[in-house]
Nanobody, 121 residues
Framework: QVRLEESGGGVVQAGESLRLSCTAS??????MGWFRQAPGAERVFLAS????????HYEESVKGRFAISRDPAKNAAYLQMSDLQPEDTATYYC????????????????WGQGTQVTVSS
């Protein structure tokens, strides 16, 4: 069973950047992704990356501002976020899946506990 732990959240000013990290333990050969959930809203997909790191997929609204990457040797995935805005305030979740979709959101098998990102104006 995969266990995921996110880190890197915090409070930033609008326009600043932040890099989230996700470390996985247990399990093998999984694809990874990031989601977020704002207060009172549903959890939404942001980005996913294949096991090899060679393929990525993004939700349209974050293309160009967010970048997903991974380090298979460390069982880690990252989400580099730039030009953050107050509407990016949410809890950010890492997830894994055994299937990667090239043109649709990741369908997770496992979730992390989340890390809070707060963007002040």
């Amino acid at each position: 069973q995969v266990r995921l732990e996110e880190s890197g959240g915090g409070v930033v000013q609008a326009g600043e950047s932040l890099r989230l990290s996700c470390t996985a333990s247990g399990g093998t050969m999984y694809h990874m992704g990031w989601f977020r959930q704002a207060p009172g809203a549903e959890r939404v997909f942001l980005a996913s990356i294949s096991f090899s790191g060679g393929n990525t997929h993004y939700e349209e609204s974050v293309k160009g501002r967010f970048a997903i990457s991974r380090d298979p040797a460390k069982n880690a995935a990252y989400l580099q976020m730039s030009d953050l805005q107050p509407e990016d305030t949410a809890t950010y979740y890492c997830a894994t899946a055994h299937t990667f979709h090239y043109d649709s959101p990741l369908v997770p098998d496992a979730w992390g506990q989340g890390t809070q990102v707060t963007v002040s104006s």
